[in-house]
């Protein structure tokens, strides 16, 4: 660590707040005294922050969204207009019988509806549940399953690959709605997204939810058990909105450009939620990765503040340095990653090329916005996630023989420089509030007033926090977290399949990739056409959750009470010594 | 490279990627990411399989012209010309 934090880079907007003056200005309540209040006192209705208040105070005519599709064709959004768009998709809703705190399921890309969908259901009171397109049928049948949505939106390519097979196994689905071109929706239980929409009134009466009430809800993965479905509320927007301000320096017209999917959470809190919150223009690219494409969006938009992550930014910076001096980056004032550990290298690269360093930050699908972050004003230590924001009371917590933090007899703090689990103490305002019919879990990541991250951590003499890795097998790929265990569940569906064991394997461009070791069952041939068979199965019914790579081993280590035991698998693959092993076998 | 020879090739790589795609169904200007569902890791691999198989190198500045079945045999008929 000393190495690197010589090697600090000055804070790259030098006329910028430094961290004392953030940690003595900032505030949750300042935030919550700007709130626009709904008739009635107490209410607080995310969309209505984020589209109505803004025509209300006469900024109807500012773009909201820049909707660029992957031909480039640009569709420009005005608040005026998403209010009206996101009222008549409440009304629909209505129309449906949704009522509040019932959940919909959104399966769409980078695209307008996103957008409209998910703040027509929290202006109607309704849950928003976001799930990634490239999810295959199983994940996307086993969150359908535990969210009980009645209603899905999709698109018709989608349901049909995806969603069509199994519909008559989803029995809390009522309604499917299909985004795309008129007519696609004939069937019974398909609604065209368009043609119901068009119908409705353009005013609506946004529910007066409550701060605690639920808006949106997350799946994300554990080490055991399927997907964990993390429930945040109305209330989440106050540090949303603190957060981007502070950690991604965004401010009234501003053009964002958060390339995360709206199908993870940094899609929906900084990719919908809090820059519209703030009042910045959204540019939102339907397309895949690029470099070209991506530069040319930067320049051409006019980005201001980029907010991405690690996997792309390396995938950027294997294209050298012409590409992005070809083209007029002038406009941008403040890049920002997330997803993974960003290396020191990414930091420089950015200084170097684009004029800005890159700002890491850290948060998790629990925590509901950033946690950890450096700030335009504070002098960066490349490869270090920051320092908290202001607000968030971080520590580094003293770990057991289990390796996550010891909690018999209270809870003490790493010394400096030690690994320890990063903990927040509990009450933020974007705070998790339950995992979905899962209370039990909920409450076993708390400690002494503390929520565990499950991420080891180390700090500095000055209050940088350092990512170490993971304290749990849950992989960390692109950005997008997976579960071993929902991997293995799928494998072992495959008749030639007896067990698996799911690890995530050092990646240098997405951190790690998925790699499954398999047994098979006795008689059966582990060849090269088994592996492809069992490659083209998990990759139908998991989509971007498969594994990259299949290896067969007839002997995976366990645990005495049977359980094959990832950590062992994993030291096996990395090489490392047998002395190392005791200390990898940890159990939960 | 003859036009079929990288044709095998191509479809070979996608094989390799994706065991089941039906690669002779295949429409040949659609886009190859999206039909197939590929990430940015798998179009690497991708580049990857084809660079080695075909024995061209291919840097990122070509990664457009693998855009679709056409376009990435043209790429390769004409790297290998």
């Known amino acids: 660590m000393d190495d690197t934090t010589r090697r600090e880079l000055p804070p790259a907007q030098p006329g910028a707040p430094d961290y004392p003056t953030l940690l003595r200005t900032a505030s949750w309540d300042r935030v919550r005294q700007d709130l626009a209040p709904l008739p009635g006192g107490r209410s607080l209705n995310i969309a209505h922050q984020a589209v109505d208040r803004h025509v209300d105070e006469g900024r109807g005519e500012v773009v909201a969204l820049r909707c660029v599709a992957a031909d480039g064709t640009t569709t420009r959004v005005t608040y005026a207009d998403l209010r009206r768009e996101t009222n008549r998709f409440a009304h629909l809703l209505g129309e449906l019988g949704v009522a509040r705190g019932d959940r919909l399921v959104s399966l769409l890309g980078r695209q307008h509806e996103q957008y409209v969908v998910c703040l027509g259901t929290l202006k109607a009171g309704a849950v928003f549940c976001p799930l990634f397109s490239s999810f295959g049928p199983d994940p996307i049948r086993e ?12 698109t018709e390519s989608l349901y ?4 069509a097979a199994m519909r008559d196994d989803l029995p809390h689905l009522r309604h499917v709605v299909l985004v795309g071109p008129s007519g696609a929706a004939e069937g019974p239980g398909l609604i065209g997204f368009d043609e119901a929409v068009a119908r409705q009134p353009g005013e609506y009466d946004v529910a007066r939810t409550e701060p605690s009430d639920p808006a949106l809800l997350h799946f994300t993965s554990g080490t055991t058990g399927q997907p964990k479905g993390a429930v945040h509320v109305h209330e989440a927007v106050v540090a949303q909105r603190l957060s981007a301000e502070l950690a991604l320096d965004l401010h009234p017209g501003d053009v964002f450009w958060c390339t995360a999917d709206p199908g993870w959470v940094t899609g929906t809190s900084y990719g919908i939620v809090a820059p519209l919150v703030v009042g910045a223009t959204v540019v939102s690219f339907a397309g895949e990765f690029e470099a070209q494409v ?21 995938m950027l910076m294997r294209y050298g340095t012409d590409l992005p001096r070809s083209h007029d980056l002038s406009a941008l004032r403040h890049v920002a990653s997330v997803g993974e550990a960003l ?16 700002h890491d930050n850290w948060w998790q699908t629990e925590t509901g916005s950033i946690m950890i972050s450096n700030y335009p004003g504070m002098p960066i230590r490349p490869g270090s996630m920051g320092r908290p924001v202001p607000g968030v009371d971080a520590a580094v917590l003293a770990l057991g023989e289990d390796g996550r933090a010891r909690v018999q007899d209270g809870v003490l703090p790493a010394a400096v420089g030690q690994t320890g689990e990063l903990a927040l103490r509990a009450g933020w305002p974007s705070m998790f509030r339950t995992y979905l019919d899962d209370e039990e879990r909920y409450r076993a990541c708390f400690a002494d007033g503390w929520y565990l991250s499950g991420d080891l951590a180390a700090l500095d003499e000055d209050g940088y926090v350092w990512f170490v890795g993971r304290a749990d097998d849950v992989i960390k790929s692109a950005g997008h977290l997976i579960g071993p265990f929902e991997v293995e569940s799928v494998l072992l569906e495959h008749p030639e399949v007896v067990e698996a064991g799911v690890i995530g394997m050092p990646d240098e461009l997405a951190g790690e990739v998925v790699r499954a070791y398999v047994t098979v069952r006795s008689g059966s041939t582990a060849d090269d056409h088994l592996r492809r068979d069992l490659v083209a199965f998990s990759r139908r019914r998991l989509g971007g959750l498969a594994p990259k790579d299949i290896v067969f081993d007839e002997h995976l280590p366990h645990n005495s009470s049977g359980k094959v035991m990832r950590r062992v698998l994993k030291a096996r693959a990395l090489g490392l010594p047998e002395g190392d092993l005791s200390t990898l076998e940890r159990q939960p | 490279m003859t036009p079929q020879d990288a044709r095998r090739t191509v479809a070979d790589a996608l094989i390799e990627i994706v065991p089941d ?9 659609a886009p190859l990411r999206e039909e197939l569902e590929l990430d940015s890791l798998d179009f690497l691999t991708f580049v990857e399989l ?27 008929v004409e790297q290998t010309a």
Do not use: C, H
């Open chain 2, 50 to 76: 084809l660079s080695s198989r075909a024995r061209v190198r291919i840097d990122e500045m070509d990664y457009p012209r693998l855009a679709t079945l056409d376009s990435s045999v043209a790429f390769l």
């Open chain 1, 143 to 154: 969150r359908l399953l535990r969210s009980r949505a009645s209603v899905l939106v999709t």
């Open chain 1, 294 to 314: 991506w530069y040319r969006i930067l320049a051409e938009q006019r980005v201001t503040v980029w907010y991405t992550a690690p996997t792309a930014l390396r």
């Open chain 2, 21 to 29: 795609a039906d690669v002779d169904a295949f429409p040949a200007s």
């Open chain 1, 160 to 163: 049909r690959r995806k969603v």
């Open chain 1, 343 to 358: 290396n020191p290298e990414v930091v420089a690269w950015g200084a170097e090329v684009l004029g800005l360093p890159i």
